[in-house]
């Protein structure tokens, strides 16, 4: 496995820019995760420097920015409650601390090592949108209490159990500047995108409260000298506390692992590029290691950072490693000014993070999809916010292998009785009807036999982006009697990237359930209009035949009538 990109230095101007611009977004977060977590801001810092800089060189997605994230400082809060609890105090517990951190980055390395990587892709929509959901409720709840200028409890469930003290004791002060804070993080966007609407909120809302005196609590000293490594506490561990650390290290682990691919992923819908996965597991481990040998915040890929650099123009690792040096030069330069800045602030900040990794997708459709996705969705954000994230995860790939296997088998004896098999059915179905020559090759033929799911999904969407420049796919699914939440987002992503090449779509011998299925989120007829749709295969090779063999533009005639569908007010739910 090779380590270390083939640096190239042909987007300089890009990479800085992209840098520089995805630091300064970083700076704001890198605080407030600092303070959630427990660890202080500093320590946010120094993970956002260590680990942007060398998961970015080691890395495995070019474009990738990577930090402290929502779902890290989620289970980063748990291990400094642990080291509290045992030691009395962070200072006291340092080593204990640090061991699961450092270890975090060993596992994630063994990771990409064994290559499981690419097994990341396999977990079924409904498990991530529960998961990401339930994460978001955790961040937006352990701010409650801060954003009214209060010390809040350091479990989601005493926030529940306690939310009826926040109203006696409000600091009036304190919940003006958060509230503030979050109306200007979403409305300076409007005004404009050229400056990161998070550091003009952090930087107004600090000045504001410095220049008139408000008495709302401050993040306090932080440090502005390079940090020391810190491996040797690691000798003043507990020998009983290394089940719990091994358990720890492994969730971070695993989260982080995820958290980082997922991004790897979106970054590659975005620049076109692809990713790899094992090295970009090695290259986190490696980052998370040296960020957790100097008392630094563990981290993954941050989606948010990852697009900012996109947008402004970075495309390799320098532009990572940009984002790292300017945060290290914040801290050299600015930290003693750090000091002033307003806890409720950051409060503010993190909700509108929270706010951003909920899955409003997933919510939106929850009537929609199958009913088992939707209780997959809904026991793994409730046991994301309540129980523990890993057999929160667990439990929701469990439920759905076995919920899956029932369905199948419950369709398999439906279908049979239904569709009984023919002798031609058992010989391959795609040879069934010749295509004629005169149009053999405008169109591409695409056989999908047995359930569209969550297993299959990436292989589908994979094929999708080899398919050649033609004018018409047609996807023919008389053998497809199920499709999942995973498998119906991945049609309609496919649709999508192939309206985007300007080829339509048909489909033919859609079963009862898939089409009941494409219809409610509504991918029929908003991405592919009802009149694409064919019971029979060779009805549609023949009006294909007759609509090309003048070289009608039928796919202009496809996007026409997609046109007439939208301004007929049909709404198309998940437009890229």
């Known amino acids: 496995m090779k380590l270390v990109h083939n640096w190239r230095f042909d987007n300089i101007r890009g990479d ?4 520089i611009t995805a630091g300064i977004v970083a700076l704001p977060l890198a605080l407030a995760f ?7 801001a500093v320590a946010g810092l120094y993970g956002a420097i260590v680990l942007g800089v060398f998961a970015a060189t080691f890395g495995g997605t070019s474009s990738q920015v990577s930090g402290p994230t929502g779902p890290m400082t989620v289970v980063s809060a748990l291990v400094v409650l642990s080291v509290i609890e045992r030691y009395g105090s962070l200072q006291a517990g340092m080593g204990f601390m640090i061991c699961i951190f450092v270890l975090a980055g060993f596992i994630q390395i063994l990771f990409g090592i064994l290559q499981l990587g690419a097994y990341i892709r396999y977990i079924p929509y409904p498990v991530v949108s529960g998961f990401m959901t339930g994460i978001g409720c955790i ?10 200028g209060q010390t809040s409890p350091k479990k989601v469930i005493e926030v529940v159990r ?18 503030a804070t979050i109306a200007i993080i979403y409305l300076f966007p409007k005004i404009t995108k050229s400056v990161p609407s998070q550091l003009v909120a952090l930087i107004s809302m600090t000045l504001i409260t410095a220049f008139s005196g408000l008495e709302v609590p401050l993040i306090g000293v932080i440090p502005t000298s390079l940090p020391e490594i810190q491996l040797g506490t690691i000798f003043h561990v507990k020998a009983e506390d290394w089940t719990l ?45 040296l960020a957790g040998s100097i008392g630094g915040l563990p981290g993954a890929g941050a989606t948010m950072r990852t697009l900012v650099n996109v947008n402004a123009g970075g495309k390799t690792p320098l532009s990572g490693v940009i984002h790292g040096i300017l945060l290290l030069g914040v801290l050299l330069g600015l930290g003693a000014y750090a000091q002033k800045i307003p806890l409720p602030v950051l409060a503010g900040i993190l909700i509108s993070v929270g706010i951003g990794i909920i899955d409003y997708k997933g919510i939106r ?20 916010v309540f129980v523990d994230l890993i057999q929160a995860v667990a439990a929701g790939l469990i439920l759905s292998s076995i919920l899956f296997m029932k369905q199948m ?31 053999a090759d405008k169109i591409y033929v695409k056989h999908l036999s047995g359930p569209l799911f969550f297993g299959f999904a990436p292989a589908f969407q994979a094929m999708a982006e080899k398919l050649p420049d033609i004018r018409v796919v047609i996807f023919r699914m008389k053998h497809v009697p199920y499709i999942d ?12 990237a192939l309206e985007k090449r300007n080829i339509a779509v048909a489909i033919t011998g859609l079963q009862s359930q898939p089409l009941r299925m494409l219809q409610r989120i509504n991918v029929v007829p908003g991405l592919i209009p009802e009149s694409y749709i064919f019971d029979q295969f060779d009805d549609c090779v023949k009006w294909l035949s007759e609509a090309l063999k003048n070289s009608t533009r039928i796919e202009d005639v496809f996007f026409e009538e997609l046109s007439m569908t939208r301004r007929n007010k049909i709404p198309v739910k998940y437009r890229l």
């Open 162 to 179: 306690n939310i009826a003290e926040v109203i006696p004791a409000i600091n009036w002060e304190a919940t003006v500047i958060a509230g």
């Open 139 to 148: 961040i937006i709840l352990l701010q409650v209490f801060p954003f009214f």
């Open 245 to 289: 650390i091994i358990e720890l290290a492994l969730t971070l682990a695993l989260l982080g692992a995820i958290d980082s691919l997922l991004t790897s992923v979106i970054a590659d819908n975005i620049t076109k590029t692809k990713h790899h996965s094992n090295r970009e597991l090695v290259g986190q481990g490696i980052g998370n290691i």
């Open 485 to 496: 939440q995973t498998g119906l987002y991945a049609m309609e992503e496919v649709v999508l």
């Open 409 to 439: 088998s419950d369709q398999l004896g439906r279908e049979v009785k239904i569709f009984p098999l023919k002798e031609s059915d058992t010989s391959l179905p795609w040879l069934d009807y010749e295509i004629p020559d005169a149009i």
């Open 16 to 19: 800085i820019f992209g840098g």
């Open 365 to 384: 459709d929850i009537k929609s999809v199958p009913r088992t996705d939707a209780v997959v969705m809904v026991i793994v954000l409730v046991m994301t």
């Open 34 to 40: 600092g303070v959630q977590s427990g660890a202080g």
